[in-house]
């Protein structure tokens, strides 16, 4: 599947749809913790997104491979409870990922194309960013959660790390010939994810994601607004005159 689609069991196991925020009453109690620290920066981080019932921001998406900058775009997200969330790319060009609550689509109007997958199946690392709806735990994905230190990142903000649960799979040739856009599913090989966190109220920053490879995708957060109106229509997808829709759950498949 479109790996748009382990940026919602993060974001859906830490961010899936990002709309009230991972659970993480339960889930920083059941994660292994270096310290205290850790476990409340966590529970800063849930209660900051635990009221809110719509959010929007700006975000700034960079993919990397090593030393090699392969793609860097911008635009505006909308999250929505139950399990929604819009995102709008604005630069380099225009693109669609909407997550409904049950289907996930990613239209990009250049190819004439829309990808629509269900949104259990959704492999995007933007899925868990439903993390900010209350739907995903950091136990579900993590086996440890830390603070770590890096360079860069302001006096005012803390890195939260989460290494991988469980054994690590790699992508098929079939699903990694059909991504469009590079991000992990949430059986798919990841190193650690990171989450920069504002120590004051913890407010979202940053997540950066990291895979086998050198590979790196980070997503950059900025001006939050909790509770904008938001209208439903803005999370029901209707399919363009003239645009062809693929199968985003077949292709995962591959060839039988």
């Known amino acids: 599947m479109n790996p ?6 993060l974001l859906s196991a830490i961010f899936p749809c990002f709309i009230g925020i991972v659970n993480l009453s339960g889930a920083s109690d059941s994660i292994p913790d270096s310290g205290t620290s850790a ?26 491979e090593g ?63 439903a993390l900010l709806t209350g739907k995903v735990e950091l136990s579900r994905l993590c086996s440890r959660v830390d603070l770590v230190e890096q360079k ?22 079939a699903q990694a010939a059909s991504s469009q856009t590079p991000g992990p599913a949430g059986d798919v090989d990841f190193t650690e994810v990171l989450l920069e966190v504002d120590k004051s109220n913890g407010e979202l920053a940053r997540i950066e994601i990291r895979q086998p490879g ?5 997503y950059r957060f900025g001006s939050w607004q909790e509770d904008p109106p938001l209208a439903d229509s803005m999370f029901q997808f209707q399919i363009p005159i003239g645009v062809a829709v693929v199968d985003g759950a077949a292709l995962s498949e591959g060839p039988k």
């Open 4 to 9: 748009r689609i382990v940026l919602a069991v």
């Open 39 to 64: 476990k409340s920066l966590a529970r800063l981080l849930e209660e900051h997104y635990r009221h809110p019932r719509t959010l929007r921001a700006v975000f700034l998406e960079r993919y990397s």
């Open 67 to 129: 030393l090699k900058l392969a793609r860097i775009e911008s635009g505006t997200v909308y999250f929505k409870r139950p399990g929604r969330m819009r995102w709008e790319y604005d630069s380099p060009e225009k693109k669609l990922f909407l997550a409904d609550g049950k289907t996930v689509w990613f239209y990009v109007p250049y190819d004439h194309t829309v990808t629509k997958a269900p949104a259990r199946e959704s492999s995007d690392w933007r899925t868990p960013l």
């Open 152 to 173: 860069g990142v302001p006096a005012t903000h803390a890195i939260l790390r989460c290494l991988p649960k469980g054994e690590k799979q790699t992508p098929s040739p």
């Open 214 to 218: 050198q590979i790196e995708l980070e």
